[in-house]
C-alpha cells in the first residue's frame, strides 16, 4: 500500500511536469507564430507533440499554422487526426470547409460549414462562408436564407448586412434589400458603399 502510493505520487507529478512543459511550447510557438517565424513554431509544437503524441491543443496549434501559411495539405491531414480526438469542435469543420472551399469543392465546404453551425449556432464567420458557397453554387436563395440567420444573431455586423444586401439586390427583393440598408446605415453610417447600394436598390 505504502508502495503504490509512492508509485501513484511519482506518476501524478510526473504527468504535472509533463503538461506544464507542453503548455510552455505551445506559449512559445503562439508567441513564434505573432512573430511569423514559422519554421521554428512549428518545429516547436512538433517538439511538444513528442512528450504527448496526442495533446489536443498543440495539434490545433499547429492545424492553425498550416492554414495561415496556406500549406492545405498537412492542414487537412492534421485536422482529420484531431477529428479523431475530438468529433464536437466546430472549428475543425469550419476549417475543412474553408480549405475545400479554396480548393473549389463547394459541396464538402458546405457539409463542413453546416457541421460547424449544427456545433456551433452563433459563429458569424460561419453563416458568411457558407453563404458565399451557396452564392457559389448558383444558389442564391439558400444563400439570403442564412444571411438572415446571421442577420437575426447580429443585426448591427456590418459585413452580414453588406453580403444581405447584395444578395437581395441578386434576388430582386426590394423589401430586404431596403431592410438591409437601413440597418447598415443605422449601424455604420461612414460606410462608404451606402450610396451605390441606394442606387442599386432604386432601381429594382
Known amino acids: ?35 511569423e517565424k514559422y519554421n521554428e513554431a512549428e518545429k516547436t509544437y512538433i517538439e511538444a507533440l513528442t512528450i504527448d503524441d496526442k495533446d489536443y491543443d498543440a495539434y490545433k496549434g499547429l492545424a492553425k499554422l498550416y492554414m495561415l501559411t496556406k500549406d492545405y495539405q498537412h492542414a ?19 476549417s475543412l470547409g474553408a480549405i475545400a472551399a479554396d480548393k473549389g ?5 458546405e457539409d463542413g460549414f453546416l457541421k460547424s453551425l449544427e456545433l456551433d ?12 458557397v451557396y452564392l457559389n453554387l448558383d444558389e442564391p436563395q439558400k444563400s439570403f436564407e442564412v444571411l438572415s440567420q446571421a442577420a437575426a444573431l447580429e443585426p448591427r455586423n456590418p459585413k452580414v448586412l453588406d453580403f444581405l444586401i447584395e444578395i437581395s439586390i441578386i434576388l430582386e427583393d426590394k423589401v430586404a434589400a431596403r431592410k438591409a440598408y437601413y440597418q447598415l446605415q443605422e449601424s455604420n453610417p461612414e460606410n462608404k458603399k451606402l450610396k451605390e447600394f441606394k442606387e442599386r436598390i432604386e432601381k429594382l
Open 105 to 109: 469543392d463547394l459541396k464538402t465546404a
Open 76 to 94: 487537412k491531414e492534421t485536422f482529420e487526426f484531431l477529428m479523431n480526438l475530438n468529433q464536437d469542435d466546430p472549428f475543425i469543420y469550419r
Open 1 to 35: 500500500e505504502k508502495y503504490r502510493h509512492k508509485v501513484l505520487k511519482s506518476s501524478f507529478k510526473d504527468n504535472v511536469l509533463k503538461e506544464q512543459k507542453i503548455s510552455e511550447l505551445i506559449n512559445q510557438a503562439e508567441s513564434l507564430v505573432l512573430e
Open 121 to 132: 449556432n452563433k459563429d458569424i464567420s460561419s453563416y458568411l462562408d457558407l453563404a458565399e
